[in-house]
């Protein structure tokens, strides 16, 4: 646990000393809440949402949030084998695993926190909840997005040399899957041919369980979206875990 403990203080003192990083990773969902939003808020309706858009858009918004900073945490395996310090983590009498849940659980936090500031920004931008039980179900989710895509980042990551390739594979993979995730619009309004790729999509399960924090409304059965992605997150824990035992020391 000291290992774990020590690689997630070591990407906490990173993340807080980054402002740029911290600032870039909330400035596209913010754009989308303040452009998007607002901009369609008066001419979009959402059936079962009371035609509040924007209110539809932000549990979208958060995990936009947790998922771009959680995947792109992987790039920091890259940098550490670029500069040594991974083959110096890797030669050292400690278990691969506990450095590879280090990196995981640290990616996660910052990803959290980039949520949660996206989730305090929309209070202030029309977010009316106050139920602190569905605060804490949507804090579940997004701890569980962070999770899993960070551990889907990390696995990426180590089959790569090169920071500039994984940003473009990663850029490739995380767009669709964030676009199909329901995140901007219901799936019930999607065209029926799409509709079943948009469920294969494990971040449509984070979306939705965040939305029923916030809002009390999903179009997925809750508990659901938590088996879904729970399962979805121990699967890439494993793969992460695997791949990153085969990275040369």
Do not use: H
């Not at 506990?98 to 209070?123: D, H, N, P, R, W």
């Amino acid at each position: 646990m000291d290992i774990i403990y020590t690689i997630w203080l070591r990407s906490m003192k990173r993340y807080i000393r980054s402002k740029s990083r911290i600032i870039g990773s909330i400035s596209m969902p913010l754009f989308f809440l303040l452009f998007l939003g607002f901009g369609l808020n008066s001419v979009v309706q959402i059936p079962g949402m009371g035609g509040d858009y924007i209110t539809f858009l932000i549990p979208g918004m958060v995990a936009m949030s947790v998922l771009f900073t959680s995947v792109f945490s992987g790039i920091q395996i890259i940098w550490d084998k670029q500069f040594g310090f991974l083959k110096e983590t890797l030669v050292a009498p400690v278990s691969r695993l506990e450095i590879m849940l280090g990196q995981t659980v640290g990616g996660a936090t910052t990803a959290f926190i980039q949520g949660m500031i996206i989730l305090i920004l929309s209070i202030f931008l029309g977010l009316k909840s106050g139920n602190v039980l569905g605060f804490l179900i949507a804090f579940g989710f997004m701890a569980l997005i962070g999770l899993a895509f960070t551990a889907f980042g990390i696995a990426i990551a180590s089959k790569m040399e090169d920071m500039t390739g994984f940003q473009l594979i990663m850029n490739f993979v995380v767009f669709p899957i964030f676009g199909l995730s329901g995140a901007l619009f219901p799936i019930s309004s999607l065209p029926p041919f799409i509709v079943p790729i948009t469920l294969l999509d494990p971040l449509t399960y984070g979306v939705e369980g965040i939305r029923y924090g916030l809002t009390g409304v999903s179009q997925i059965n809750p508990l659901i979206c938590l088996v879904v992605l729970g399962g979805f997150t121990v699967a890439t824990t494993f793969i992460g875990a695997y791949l990153f035992r085969t990275i040369k020391s």
